[in-house]
């Protein structure tokens, strides 16, 4: 069964910090690009950061640039966000997606992710 499982959610004060997993199954990670979004109260899905599933190459939106970081662990099939210097205006879910078809590098339109996990929380207090 294709599937992707978030982990690591919870709340922090603002400055804070928070690591993320997105464990997959059905299907590698090394084939296939994972991004993270995030979609808070009354808010559209935006997406947060990206890793290209044959290559590694990695992309970012401007609002988390320089603050968090996106990683894989191919042997263990998962995907991590390393969230540093958290704000409020983080707070939001967080679910990962993958893309099971060819979609241009940087893409952040949901349309383009076939598989979303269940989201996980995550609370940043001023």
């Known amino acids: 069964q294709v599937q992707l499982v978030e982990s690591g959610g919870g709340s922090v004060q603002s400055g804070g910090s928070l690591r993320l997993s997105c464990a997959a199954s059905?299907?590698?990670?090394?084939?296939?690009?994972i991004a993270w979004f995030r979609q808070a109260p009354g808010k559209e899905h935006e997406g947060v950061s990206l890793?290209?599933?044959?290559?590694?190459?990695?992309h970012y939106a401007d609002t988390v640039r320089g603050r968090f970081t996106i990683s894989r662990d191919k042997a263990k099939n998962t995907v991590y966000l390393e969230m540093n210097s958290l704000e409020p205006e983080d707070t939001a879910v967080y679910y990962c997606?993958?893309?099971?078809?060819?979609?241009?590098?940087?893409?952040?339109?949901?349309?383009?992710?076939?598989?979303w996990g269940q989201g996980t929380q995550v609370t940043v207090s001023s």
């Open positions: 997606a993958a893309d099971l078809y060819p979609v241009p590098f940087g893409s952040f339109d949901p349309d383009d992710y076939d598989i």
């Open positions: 059905g299907f590698s990670i090394a084939h296939y690009g």
């Open positions: 890793i290209n599933g044959s290559d590694g190459r990695t």
